[in-house]
């Protein structure tokens, strides 16, 4: 049996997504055998994410100034604007650096299932952000959920009356992917937005 301490943090660890309780365990052993390295730096690198992290007023980012970095940079398109879901898409579609212009992060999705209105993210200040003028495309980069998609035409709806053009991502067969593999819902949808070829 291990200690509480250790039952507590690998508990701690455990909640995190993507590990379990055996492979919380196992960081946990891991940690504390390397106790006066890597535990150390793990533990100065939490307190420093602690004290020096914020949430970005006019995006939603997590950074350490507000606003961020993305937000204040003047190299950014200001006149196009993609929306996602949460901080981890815009991290993924701003690693990619094919998107130039500025973000705003949802926080979640709508969803009738786990009780998400759009009052409980942050619709409110896209489209105030959006009305504000100097936007000329807003981007829906939602999850290819049903969740995703709903959120994205509601959205949609809210902007009709906004001089933007409003883009979503496409949808459908990823590179590489075999047909006999990919579900009903992803052929579906690579169907519907056929395109010419040539």
């Known amino acids: ?78 006149r196009s604007l993609c929306v996602v ?6 991290w993924a579609l701003d690693r990619a650096k094919l998107f130039t212009g500025r973000y705003h992060v949802l926080g979640g999705r709508l969803s009738a299932l786990e009780g998400v209105r759009p009052e ?7 489209i105030d952000r959006v009305h504000a003028g100097g936007i000329d495309e807003v981007v829906l980069a939602m999850n290819a959920t049903l969740e995703g998609q709903t959120t994205a035409h509601y959205i949609a ?13 496409a949808h459908g067969l990823p590179v590489g992917g075999e047909l006999d593999y990919l579900d009903e819902g992803t052929l579906a949808q690579a169907l519907r937005a056929r395109k010419p070829l040539g």
Do not use: F, H, Y
């Open 120 to 126: 409980d993210l942050r619709i409110g200040p896209l």
């Open 157 to 169: 709806e809210r902007l009709e009356d906004a001089p933007v053009r409003i883009t979503q991502l």
């Open 85 to 90: 879901e949460d901080v981890a898409d815009l």
């Open 1 to 78: 049996m291990a200690s509480q301490e250790i039952e507590t943090l690998a508990s701690a660890l455990a909640r995190l997504p993507g590990l379990g309780p055996r492979s919380a365990r196992r960081a946990v052993l891991w940690l504390v055998k390397r106790r006066e390295t890597s535990l150390v730096q793990l533990l100065d690198a939490l307190a420093n994410v602690r004290e020096t992290l914020v949430e970005c007023d006019t995006c939603g980012n997590v950074d350490t100034s507000n606003p961020c970095g993305i937000c204040a940079s003047d190299k950014r398109d200001q």
